[in-house]
């Protein structure tokens, strides 16, 4: 149950190469890739593309903040959840819980724990600007009952 | 159909912000990473898992040599197909072919093409040493009728 | 003037095609990467090498918490400035303020702002451990005097 | 020696966390990375920004074709030397040959061997286009003496 009482929407990714670094574990920087996989997903659940709807309205959404703790490193080929779940929002910017999981049979581990602010601004000039209507539906108290 | 007479394996991969660059586009580096992650689930698929397989024979898989085509680019928000396929194989090295394709419901538009030559080595020490009996089964001639 | 009085330690990193995205600037994850760099030259200018140091004590240090505010994008060719100031430490962990400026003739604008946790652990089991004592110049109180 | 003549561009890269991986070696398409960072270098030395010239022009440089052959892996902590050299060239795409060598007081052992075609194009359309003028005096045939 995410912090305003819905499900988080969850994405699962898989630990390649790539992700990992010479310390055998995933990089941290990585983390906030999988993140942003996530955010995407949980858009395109909602129905939103964010490049058609860069074209429609000229928005984009940027991160603003971001505070992540990492509790346990992550490994090639594990199979991670990713989660996304609103905490709140305004007009223009919204807060997200994002968790990392890794499952196995007998258990779930929470290896890194974050919150995110995305603002939406215009592609052009970065100025922010107000969400466009597309995202209301996932902005409404309802959105993930 | 591939060069051994087999079809393709075939991963699908979305195109997230990561994956692009400022020139719109996904950067060039990046395919090689579809490639990698494409090439990790084929052996999955065949039961070979990399990290089980380190620690169960010390082998380790290395890239000697890559040769890309550039076509077209892919964008943000893409549905790629990533496929692999056995050219030829000795007993320590394979030569690969893998592609990136982008399908719509009227055509699909080949975006990258791709050999690539693995071979098999010991995480220690980084000599050549003869693929593990794992791995046989991929290497049949009858690996992907 | 950091945290302890002493001035920060300062690393120039040049933003390149790959550290960029579609939406025209620096995808947000690779400020982490820019962070790690400066945190990795500001232990080598103090004369410690990670790799070695490793070899030598078995010693990694790891990232456990960080919190990043996001001020203004960066964007292909510019030259930015990272700083590396310790706020506070223990010892088994320190504490980093980090920084990204863009110089111009006119004007320092400030692009991101962080705090980065770190911690010492064994590379083998990932248990904390003391910082070794090569890293104890680092932590003294004059140390960026 | 290049190709033509001409000594080689030179341009130094640090090996740091983000660009090795679980087997402990630089991951390959970080290859690519360099050799981008290193080109940028070459046409920088030659007074050409990208993203100037992208504004004054609308032309933006595209890779064709990458060709590398991996000999021998880079590590943590590496000081690698990247080379451009130009091989060849038409109105609207060159051929270049890039280099990775690691220098020790020793030796130099050369790390990665690559072959890269770069076109120019419309940034809008991707549609080839002739070189601008900018870059006519990095083709010139004593252009590296």
């Known amino acids: 149950v995410s912090a305003n009482g819905g499900a988080a929407f969850q994405f699962p990714v ?9 310390g055998g ?6 983390y906030l ?7 995407t997903e949980w ?19 940027v991160v603003s903040d971001t505070a992540l703790r990492y509790l346990a490193p992550a490994r090639l ?3 991670l959840r990713i989660t996304v779940a609103l905490v ?6 919204m807060l997200l819980r994002q ?9 779930s581990a929470l290896l890194c724990n974050g919150t995110i602010r995305i603002g939406c ?3 052009e000039t970065f100025r922010p600007r107000r969400f466009p209507a597309e995202l209301l539906p996932l902005l409404s108290p309802t959105a993930s009952p």
Chains 1, 2, 3, 4 share one sequence.
Request: glycine content about 4%; proline content about 2%; charged content about 30%.
């Open 77 to 79: 080929d594990d199979l």
């Open 99 to 107: 968790q990392v999981w890794r499952d196995t049979p007998d258990t």
């Open 33 to 39: 890739k999988f993140f942003e996989r996530a955010r």
């Open 25 to 30: 574990v995933v990089f941290y920087a990585n």
């Open 14 to 22: 898989r630990v390649y190469w790539e992700d990992t670094d010479a």
């Open 43 to 61: 858009l395109r659940a909602a129905g939103v593309q964010q490049q058609a709807l860069r074209e429609a309205t000229g928005a984009i959404f």
């Open 121 to 123: 601004v215009d592609a």
């Open 88 to 93: 709140e929002h305004g007009r223009a910017s």
